[in-house]
């Protein structure tokens, strides 16, 4: 294209990259003032989200009505689309720009009114305790409205020149950093917020740190509590049977299922919607759930058991020390059948059915295709989904914390350490499970990336 | 690829399928039953949601409603507050999506499109990431949430989902945008196009199906943590559904009814999704094992 301008130099074409890249910029800029940035008080807490939410819902913030508050966010998602139509269709570049610009001049118009002509009481009340959020907004919309200078003729034709003309001047950035470049600002965040607290957590478990004064250095005491405790050995018997439960069970009938539904049937998409519909429940509502089909008294089974007559002293399903956790187990069991029959579903389809041919020529019944056939050739399958059920079942926490609270014997690892860290305070000692913790699973992640390393390096 | 298997699999079943051809009614008989008893606990919560506490009490569990109650529903959205935890759930949600596919498909396109020292050890590192339990990042970043004064705030819980979901996201990407033919990109650089606007004008519309899967996988993800709302956040009216769930259980114990309103009202977004983005929902599911 650059030689192509310079072989004409009276038409240059016009472009509104620009134009919609910095609507873009000034939404995002709206967009995290609004959430991180303190809208009224000086707290960051305050920020133009939680007003929003508080309005919304009839909080004790009354100062802004629905529509304003609404307003600012939905503007800004609003321009931050308008920019990205216009980058992704350039053709459709300058529409693009006049409507983010649009908008930013409908929240100008909303800003002036606030900050200097309304009257009364409560635009007094936000004049005075308008925060740098609100500030940071109103230069950003002025920003998103001046962007569309860039559509003139001129102006653009002449951008375009100092563009050339800088990117000439400078020397320009070496091609090795260009990757760099591209990964840097996910890196840092990374970096920040997991590479280091992974890190820190190590540090962390060698201290007395109570959460709120500076953590003091202990060595090694924490972990000779921590080994020499029975709720050690109680939480990780339940990450255990978690495991157990977790590779065999949903494993096989994921698998069974799979091949059902596999070959057409009639009816058989509601078959599979009914099996992996738990996968959208949340942990909390599958926690919720369950607890209500294993109430004591009033629940599902035991209203079952007792109204049919088979027994009139059921088990107290999770208030029975010996039962709780298997009680749980199941519920888990429950969701995760359907998570892993999608995977083999997907990987029955993307069988060379060439094989199961070759093997139906010679003869093989249906046990021995599937035997000698069907899951030799699901082997990665297997794998992955072996991997996901080691790491689901070492996350465990959410329908512990929700059914039991930790109690009756169910704590695992991560219910252990929130227990510690939370509720008694003993961060320090929490982060050396948390140490435990990764232990385990490094073990179990070192061996998918060591299988996935020979995958790459061979391609 | 899928549809072009499909005659070959249903001549393959079959002479498979008339040798089970008796056995078929049998068969979706014990089907329909088993399905049936694994949608149990759903049907229970639906049953319960519209009943009232001392009917079931009276009459059992096991009985018909006497009346239809449908004002546990009312009462969970405004007087349970399940109203308010949505909304900021949503508030979590779009910001958190929005952030990590950018900054994924940024690194994603990076690592995917070129070659430089220590391109595979950061994609590991992403690998790595997202298989550990995140567990063992909570009091790290409960402190560095609280050195920040970003404790009990939106935006704590929107960073710590970027950052933990951009393995994730990183790694689909990548391997998606493996798969884009180098030459059309190489058309673009010849023709003097640079590698930003590469990435925005190519890249990005090119690996849209990839987003589509991965933002509606995440949304899930995202919607239903329980976790970091827990610790990363103290006041009632910042709570997300899912926290927002476990308050609620602990205020109306025993009130039956109207704790499993509320979660039949909390799952709705993700319900809402998963009705009609299934099939985007599905090929997430199945994105991250491909390899």
Redesign the interface.
Known sequence: MATAIKSQPLREPLDFAGANFLAILYAAIILVAFIFMPWMWTEIKYSGARLMSDVLTGGSLKTFSTWQIVFIPVSALLALGAGLWGLMAPHRGALASVLAAAIGLMGLVYYIDLYWVREGEVAEYIRANLGAGADLTLVALVGLVAQTVLLLPPVNILAQRLGRRASALRPPVPQKWTPYLFLLPALALYLVWIIGPTVYTFYLSLTDWDGVSTPNYIGLRNYRILFSQSALTESLGNNLRWLVAFVTVPTTLGLGLALIFNTDMRGGRWYKVSFYSPLVLSWPVIALVWAWVYHPSKGLINSLLIQSGITSDPPGWLADRNLAIYCIIAAATWRQVGYVMVLYLAGLKNLDPTFIDAGLVDGANRWQLFRHVILPLLAPVTTIVFIISVIDSLRSFDLVQVMTRGGQGTRVLANYMYIEAFNNYRMGYGAAIAVVLFTISIVFVGLYLWRSLKDELEY | ??TL?KP???S??G???TRKHINSAAKYIA?TLF?LT?????F??LL?SVRTMDD??LH???SLPSKFAIENFRNAWVAA?V??YL??SF?IT??SL?GMLF??S??A???A??K?RG??L????????T??????????????TNRL??Y????AL???H???Q??FC?FVMRNFMRTVPGEILDAARV???G?F?I???IM??LSLPSLAALATLEF?WV??D??WA??LLQ?D??RP???G??TL?GQYVTD?PL??AG?LL??LP??F??VFL?RY??QG??LG?G?
């Not at chain 2, 298989?131 to 560095?144: D, E, G, H, N, T």
């Open positions: 690829m899928a298997a070959h699999a249903a393959r079943v002479p498979l399928a089907l399905t694994w949608l149990l606990p759903i229970a919560t319960t079931i009490t059992g569990f096991w507050r109203r308010q909304l900021n508030i779009i910001p929005l900054l994924a940024l690194s396109y990076a690592l499109r070129f430089f391109n595979l950061i994609y590991f590192m992403y690998v790595a990431g298989m550990l339990p995140f567990q063992i990042l909570l009091l790290p970043v409960f402190r560095l004064g970003l009990d705030t939106y935006g929107i960073l710590i970027i950052a933990f951009l393995g990183t023709d003097g196009c590698e606007r990435y925005w004008q990005l519309p899930t919607f239903n329980f976790l827990l610790i006041s009216s910042l559904v899912t926290a769930l476990a259980q039956w704790i499993t979660a909390a799952t993700t319900v999704v998963f299934q929902f599905i599911l199945t094992s390899k």
